[in-house]
Nanobody
Framework: QVQLVESGGGLVQAGGSLRLSCAAS????????MGWYRQAPGKQRELVAT???????TYADSVKGRFTISRDDAKNTVDLQMNSLKPEDTAVYFC?????????WGQGTQVTVSS
C-alpha cells in the first residue's frame, strides 16, 4: 500500500501564493505518475498537474503559467507552487500517485482564495 499526506493549504488573498506538499510512503515504486487534482464545491474533480518519474509535466489550462509542479525522489515528495492565485482556485486539493497500474489518493487539503 501507498500512503499520501498533503500539507500547505490555507487561506490567502487573490494574487498571493501557496506551496502544497505531498509526502508518499509505503510500497514506493520508481515508476510512477504523481500529481494533484482539485474539487471545488458543486464542481467536478479536475486535474491540476502531473509529473512522471522522468520529470515530464502536464498542467490544466486554467493553471498553466501560474502553478509549477516538482518532485524530490530522495524524499518521495511532490510539491505544487501556486502563484497569482485567483478565487476560482478555491478547492480541496488532492494528491495522487499511480504506480503498478493502481491509483492512490491523499485525504485532501483546503485552499481558499479570497477577493
Amino acid at each position: 500500500q501507498v500512503q499520501l499526506v498533503e500539507s500547505g493549504g490555507g487561506l490567502v488573498q487573490a494574487g498571493g501564493s501557496l506551496r502544497l506538499s505531498c509526502a508518499a510512503s509505503g510500497s514506493i515504486s520508481r515508476i510512477y505518475i504523481m500529481g494533484w487534482y482539485r474539487q471545488a464545491p458543486g464542481k467536478q474533480r479536475e486535474l491540476v498537474a502531473t509529473i512522471s518519474q522522468y520529470g515530464t509535466t502536464t498542467y490544466a489550462d486554467s493553471v498553466k503559467g501560474r502553478f509549477t509542479i516538482s518532485r524530490d525522489d530522495a524524499k518521495n515528495t511532490v510539491d505544487l507552487q501556486m502563484n497569482s492565485l485567483k478565487p476560482e482556485d478555491t478547492a480541496v486539493y488532492f494528491c495522487y500517485r499511480h504506480q503498478y497500474g493502481s491509483p492512490y489518493w491523499g485525504q485532501g487539503t483546503q485552499v481558499t482564495v479570497s477577493s
